[in-house]
């Protein structure tokens, strides 16, 4: 009998034990989990409910981190160019005219990547503004926290982000959170706490840019999965600007679709954070965790590059699956989790992967529908589920952790213009 015969039997063998092992809870309970596990290559290893459709809340954000190093690349780094408009003293470093920000839709610029742009005006001999903060493009400044919570009219929108903008450049209007912001940022950038940059703005905000402006500095963010992974190691909704910059929750949609090869009426999507209405199932989850997995690998990363690794990471993984987290299974286990209370009754999902012993690449997802406010008891079978699962796959390696989770800037670049073609 061949190696790959053996190795079938062993996994006909573990799926029949799993389907009768205890994962905590009562039988009716077990029986509610959906989940499904294959290996890399496509062999089930256990299976319940797999077609069964639920919503997968921020497990959708793995959709979204996809698409995004599909669509743009590991390398790409997001730009938001500033410039000026009007009359320019040098002398006195005043303008007085209109400082302008095109944005090009960073979404993980906050006041520590502001902080780097008015250093640079300040060298440029900007320090005071009598006119006008014009706004174009997609700019934003701190979080909105997704959909629920967005101002929706974009006017609106754009005066929020451009009196959040003038009261980070002038230290005057500093709250207590953009102080400690400035120190924090001080602190790990050798910079002086007591000279703070300011570009002092006389003015409102208005949207769009005039005609003729000069671009003086630009701002490039994290690598893009530098910046995807704090998105999902701490699930921020904010990750659907990400999307609006692709084509929006439609776009995602089609994408997946296609990617994946379901069939539109098994995928669903309103979001590309995982909020409100999205159907899924835990059949397309594992299918999700293996076109992301293999992707990674083409573009030279690995999932823990990009997502939450229990043990390692801050965030909720640690908390929710203790166990997991111990000192003897730490960095094992890369995973997303999704969680909703009140939207469809309420869903706690797990998905990811692990490699076991013999070095195979096992993907699992894991949802308990209807969970309410009662997550912390799903989270423990959950726990349960997947432990068994290692056990049965003869464990799962231990990584060591990767570098701490990095700050918005900690990767970030600023450099003065000298023309729009060096852009």
């Not at 790990?188 to 706490?193: C, I, V």
């Not at 609006?244 to 379901?262: A, H, Y």
């Not at 929710?320 to 003897?328: C, G, M």
């Not at 918005?408 to 670049?413: G, I, K, L, P």
């Amino acid at each position: 009998m061949c190696i790959r015969d053996r190795r079938q039997i062993a996994r006909i063998a573990l799926a029949l034990i799993f389907a009768s092992s205890a994962t905590g809870g009562n039988a009716a309970e077990r029986d509610r989990l959906l989940y499904h596990a294959e290996t890399l290559d496509g062999e089930v290893i256990t299976s319940q409910g797999a077609d069964t459709l639920f919503n997968p809340a921020s497990l959708v954000k793995v959709g979204t981190s996809l698409w995004a190093l599909e669509e743009l690349g590991k390398e790409y780094r997001y730009r938001t160019v500033f410039g000026i408009d009007g009359e320019w003293d040098k002398q006195s470093g005043r303008l007085v005219g209109s400082l302008v920000i095109q944005g090009w839709g960073d979404p993980d610029f906050q006041p520590e990547n502001l902080f780097m742009v008015a250093r640079q005006l300040n060298r440029l001999r900007l320090h005071r503004v009598e006119g006008w903060v014009r706004i174009d493009g997609d700019f934003w400044i701190g979080w909105e926290n997704g959909v629920a919570n967005r101002v929706q009219d974009p006017r609106d929108r754009v005066d929020v982000m451009g009196r959040r903008l003038r009261a980070v450049l002038d230290p005057h209007r500093w709250n207590k959170s953009t102080r400690a912001a400035w120190e924090a940022v001080c602190e790990r950038r050798g910079w002086d706490p007591k000279d703070p940059p300011r570009v002092e703005v006389v003015g409102s905000v208005r949207p769009g840019a005039p005609d003729g402006w000069t671009p003086v500095v630009v701002h490039r963010s994290n690598p893009l999965p530098v910046l995807l992974r704090r998105f999902n190691v701490y699930s921020n909704n904010d990750i659907i600007r990400v999307a609006e910059g692709l084509g929006g929750p439609g776009g995602l949609e089609s994408f997946l679709q296609d990617r994946l090869g379901v069939d539109p009426k098994n995928l669903e999507l309103e979001t590309a954070s995982g909020e409100d209405r999205n159907r899924l199932s835990a059949r397309t989850g594992v299918s999700l965790m293996r076109a992301f997995t293999e992707t990674a690998s083409r573009l030279g990363l690995a999932p823990s590059h990009v997502l939450p690794v229990i043990g390692c990471d801050p965030g909720s993984t640690d908390r929710k699956f203790p166990k997991l987290a111990s000192p003897s299974r730490e960095g094992s286990v890369v995973v997303k989790t999704g969680t909703l209370i009140n939207t469809d009754g309420g869903v706690a999902v797990l998905g990811g992967l692990f490699e076991s012993p013999s070095h195979e690449i096992v993907l699992f997802c894991v949802a308990a529908p209807r969970s309410g406010w009662k997550e912390p008891h799903w989270r423990r079978m959950q726990q349960g589920w997947l432990l068994d699962l290692i056990t049965k796959s003869g464990g799962a390696v231990q990584r060591p952790c990767g570098e701490e989770l990095p700050f918005s800037d900690t990767f970030a670049e600023t450099d003065w213009v000298v023309s729009w073609e060096a852009l």
